[in-house]
């Protein structure tokens, strides 16, 4: 009988500790996972209930027209903006430039250090090639990460996209107007589709129509698949017709599009594979050479023909890896 009491009270304490670690999952962790599974926009207005000021900070100000005015540095600088809002992070360009120059900076004075310089000559003749690898270095590999990130985010919209239009055209077949279809997308879908039609659906509050805001917000994206659906709904915006069977068929085709390009690439995964290898291992036999033997090139670094070879080298590295990349990268 005391043995049955037992049993009973440890019964009771498990079901009731893990009743209270239930209880604790769903309240902290529940409310964290709900909060990511909504998009950024609906974050935002989670905070702050101005919509307006929530659309000026998703839709990230231009750059200043004197900037612009420059010519070429104001034509890269506003690439660079266009880069870092396409990618979907919340970086200010200027510090972006800042951190380049910075990074150019620290690898301009780390080379040096690795050559140990000891005549003028060799200075002279070194810093060309020192400045220039900086140079790749401080703004080439930013630029990569942000170019990385940009691909990532248009390759999760394009994912993205076949379900936000079966959205709209289930929305259109309730008997919806367009303009509440794409506002049940920014309630429905996660990022980055869910804010961009959010920035649309915004656009379209404060004033423009409907073309233009979807010409504005494929601009942004930037994306062809994404472009057929904008011609779609201006099209029938200016002629009529069936809208919804028009989406359903262009959701199809964006599905078996998407199914293609994931085949192809699977069926090139080791070819891809290789070329990364074959890229990343000189330049890592390099850096383990600088940073166990910083004197290695010291005695030829003032021969004429080194900077010559290390021209001739970098040029027949990066012409290599292009060819690689040609090779494993298909359009279709």
């Known amino acids: 009988m005391i043995v049955n009491t037992l049993i009973l009270f440890y019964g009771a304490v498990f079901l009731a500790t893990l009743l209270i670690v239930e209880i604790i999952y769903h309240v902290v962790f529940g409310v964290t996972a709900e909060r990511k599974a909504i998009n950024r926009r609906l974050s935002l207005l989670s905070k702050q209930k101005d919509n307006l000021k929530v659309y000026e900070t998703l839709r990230r100000e231009t750059p200043s027209a004197w900037i612009a005015a420059i010519g070429g540095i104001g034509r890269v600088y506003s690439w660079l903006d266009k880069l870092i809002t396409q990618s979907g992070l919340e970086f200010k360009t200027r510090n972006v430039v800042m951190v380049m120059t910075l990074l150019s900076v620290g690898a301009f004075i780390m080379l040096f250090n690795f050559l140990s310089i000891k005549s003028l000559l060799s200075f002279v003749s070194v ?11 401080g703004f080439g590999l930013p630029t990569v990460f942000l170019q990385r990130s940009r691909d990532q985010r248009k390759a999760l919209f394009n994912e993205q996209l076949p379900n936000a239009i079966d959205v709209i055209v289930r929305s259109l077949r309730a008997g919806h107007p367009i303009n509440a279809a794409m506002e049940l997308v920014t309630l429905e879908m996660p990022d980055p589709i869910g804010t961009e039609f959010g920035l649309a659906v915004d656009e379209m509050t404060y004033g423009l129509d409907i073309q233009e805001a979807l010409e504005n917000m494929s601009d942004r994206v930037e994306m062809p698949d994404f472009e057929f659906m904008v011609v779609s709904i201006s099209i029938q915006y200016e002629t009529g017709g069936n809208l919804a069977e028009i989406l359903e068929n262009l959701s199809k085709i964006i599905r078996d599009r998407y199914s293609l390009k994931r085949k192809v690439k699977a069926l090139s995964s080791e070819g891809r594979i290789s070329a990364i290898l074959l890229a990343v291992l000189p330049v890592m036999a390099l850096t383990l050479l600088m940073i166990s033997s910083p004197d290695y090139y010291g005695d030829v670094v003032d021969d004429p023909l ?7 080298v970098l040029g027949m590295f990066l012409t290599g890896n ?3 990349y040609r090779l494993v990268n298909f359009r279709y």
């Open 322 to 324: 292009y060819i690689m």
């Open 127 to 137: 810093t060309p090639v020192v400045m220039g690898i900086s140079l790749v270095i």
């Open 306 to 312: 080194f900077l010559k070879s290390v021209l001739i």
